[in-house]
């Protein structure tokens, strides 16, 4: 099986939103002081790299990470390139009708109207290999409004380079953080 990871690393060097700190290492115990074995302390933010989006990342919303339905997380899902920096509905109304799960290339963000267009389509997740499915400093941030209250499942900041515009196996792990707004998740694809 040939499988294509599209999760961005967590370090140093990862993409983060603004205002974000960058995840970082901390060692606790190590075999070079003495100690049995190696371990440590993650200091992750819960949007950093590639990430879902919990229901309770906006106000009024109910839910955590933990309230994600694994069957939106995983099945069929399609690879589609945007027209142009902001995805508009049309577009997303072209796309074949048995879509659940779509994955945007092309760093876009979404109008909200786009993003209606998907929820009236039945979409269970919605990716995008930009920092977030609305532009960067939004203060109401509407397409994830959108979503979110419809139930849909936003996975953000993918690493799609490596993934053609197509049909794929997806599936989202985000580490399951009780309460938590958001969560890192390891993303791969299998060609379908």
């Known amino acids: 099986m040939t499988f294509i990871d599209v999760t961005r690393p967590l370090g140093a060097k990862t993409r983060l939103f603004p205002g974000d700190p960058a995840p970082w290492i901390e060692i606790v115990t190590n075999t070079s002081q003495g100690a049995p074995a ?7 933010p819960s949007h950093a790299g590639t990430h879902v989006d919990a229901p309770s990342h906006l106000p009024g919303g109910k839910g955590g990470v933990e309230s994600l339905p694994l069957a939106a997380l995983i099945g069929p899902a399609l690879v589609v390139d945007a027209a142009g920096s902001t995805v508009r509905a049309s577009e997303m109304r072209a796309l074949p009708p048995s879509c659940e799960r779509i994955l945007i290339r092309g760093e876009a963000t979404l109008w909200p109207e ?3 267009a998907l929820v009236e389509r039945g979409v269970l997740l919605v990716g995008t290999d930009a920092l977030s499915v609305d ?7 509407p397409a994830h409004r959108v979503l979110l209250e419809a139930g849909v499942v936003l996975l953000e900041n993918l690493d799609l380079s490596t993934a053609p515009p197509g049909a794929y196996d997806l599936i989202a792990l985000p580490l399951l953080v009780p309460g938590a707004d958001g969560a890192p998740a ?3 694809l ?3």
């Open 38 to 44: 190696r371990t440590s302390m993650l200091h992750i």
């Open 114 to 116: 786009a993003a209606r």
């Open 135 to 141: 532009p960067i400093g939004s203060a109401d941030m």
């Open 186 to 188: 390891r993303v791969v």
């Open 190 to 192: 299998r060609p379908r």
